[in-house]
């Protein structure tokens, strides 16, 4: 419990910050960017009159419903709310499993009457409380927008299982972060760090985006939870979430593994 | 007379490079107990073996009875340690980092870590990082002393503290020593040792190759002597003197026996100036264990 409320204090400064920056991005792109985008509809549809039919239907797709849809609009601004929450949960990862490492005080605190799985255990489940917090509160937030800006019919489960892929991307960072403070010899800047794993991130989801490879997409993180589907069906793809949970819990396990049996060596 | 640390054909390799090879080794209940060799001999390899910090390749360690591996738990919960170096967090005041050192141990270690601010004179209100040198290894000390261990393990403890603190901190090993305490003591400095250990063994390559009564090393002390004569020198020779080398009018050897015969034998000299110190180690193990 002293470790776990130790790293608490550590890392509630950065957890609030981030917090703060997700959630000052989501108002501005749901409360904001939003509304301006929605009242823009009348002179689209407008304008597409005037388009010969095959062309209007090959400009906008399935439907006009969709794009100006709530959850569209949210599926749009996703792609940075989840770079955002990708680089918060990194910085808490390498903060938290890198801390003695880049301090060289590894000696002190594995020479304390403490299991090193335990030190493990308190050291991600700090890092678990600032993520439920922080998602908790996004949440709320979130939900809130979608109750006061939707403009079709109220599916408050759909939304809050669209918000809650936010959570469930940045644990899969988060294991990401604490296998790489394991394993790496070094780490000379958590935020150096977590902004080459968010944008590494970032990077593979547009590969797979671009190339259009369904195989790719097993390794684009942000893409494993499409939010808009859980807007418009109420799931998530399930290759895809087992994908996210086995990348998770098997990241984690290395990283317990290298964590409990590696020696500490003078610095 | 129980043994609180015990290792038996303790060896450990950093993949094909040598830490320590079949170190054996008994440290008393309430001894001081030295633990010298040079520098990358394995002092500190059997050290951080004992603590589980690395894992052994092979053999045993044992700290009051227990494997040091199976049983790290409650033996730290009885283990003082201070590292040669000390590294802390960055951004804490020492009270803060004290507090937590003593969170983790089932006692209030509050009284004790004020009392040895006093005696070390540390502010304990100051931010670590802007700490000298010398303070941050106070900070250490008291990390390390704070639950009043059974077994307080130094590996060069000395290093950035002025001969003053020196003294104030073999004082406290002393009294920590007497009040039950089982010290084990690292270091380079055979003086060092000397001034604080009841025993000692002397680690080369490795290799524990001789563990003897502080009493018998002073018995056996070996010092290197240099003369400036008014004149070149000769042929010169002393019964116990090795490594001699003559360049003009100076003359350099590591003498080992009775003082007296030695500054009989050197008054005889026409001298400008004698210098007698005591040799580095590696002279010690060249001249007096290689041999």
Known sequence: MNVYLFELRRIWKSAVSWSAILLALLIVLMAVVYPMYYSARAEVEAALAGFPPQFAAAFVGVSLDRIFSYGGFYAFGYLYLSLLGAIMAAVLGLDLFAREKRAKCTDFLMTKPMRRIHLFAAKALAGLTALILTNALFLLVSFLLYRAQEQGTLQPGRAVLASGALFFTQLVIFAVSACIAAYAKKIRSTSGGAMAIGFGGFILTALHSILEEDALRYIAPYKYFDVSLAFSEGRFETPYVVTAAAVTISLLFLSAVKYCTSDVHAV | ?291
């Open chain 2, 1 to 291: 007379m129980s043994a609180v640390i015990e290792t038996e054909r303790l060896t450990k390799y950093y993949g094909k490079a040598r830490g320590i090879i079949d170190v054996g080794m008994a440290v008393n209940e309430g001894e001081i107990f030295g633990f010298i060799g040079p520098n990358g001999a394995g002092k500190s390899t059997t050290i951080r073996t004992l603590l589980s910090l690395i894992h052994k390749t092979s053999g045993e360690a044992r700290i009051f009875g227990m494997d040091c591996e199976k049983d790290k738990v409650k033996i730290l919960s009885e283990v003082g340690y201070l590292p040669g170096e000390v590294f802390y967090y960055d951004n804490m005041r020492a009270i803060d980092l004290l507090k937590y050192s003593a969170s983790f141990y089932r006692k209030d270690c509050m009284p004790r870590i004020k009392e040895l601010a006093e005696l070390l004179q540390l502010d304990l209100l100051k931010k670590i990082e802007d700490m000298s040198l010398g303070n941050k290894k106070k900070v250490g000390i008291v990390q390390g002393l704070l639950h009043s261990p059974k077994l307080i393990i130094l590996d060069e403890p000395t290093s950035g503290l002025d001969p003053l603190m020196q003294r104030t901190f073999f004082d406290l090993i002393r009294k920590e020593n007497e009040q039950g305490a089982t010290v084990l003591f690292s270091s380079h400095i055979l003086s060092e040792v000397q001034r604080i250990c009841d025993r000692v063994a002397i680690i080369k390559e490795g290799r524990i190759i001789s563990t003897q009564k502080i009493a018998d090393l002073r018995q056996s002390a070996y010092k290197r002597v240099s003369l400036t004569l008014k004149e070149p020198a000769g042929d010169f020779r002393l019964s116990g003197a090795t490594d001699i080398t003559v360049d003009g009018s100076h003359i350099n050897f590591i003498y080992g026996g009775d003082c007296n015969a030695l500054l009989g034998a050197i008054s005889q000299l026409p001298l400008i100036n004698v210098d007698i110190t005591e040799p580095e180690l590696e002279e010690i193990f060249l001249h007096y264990y290689v041999e």
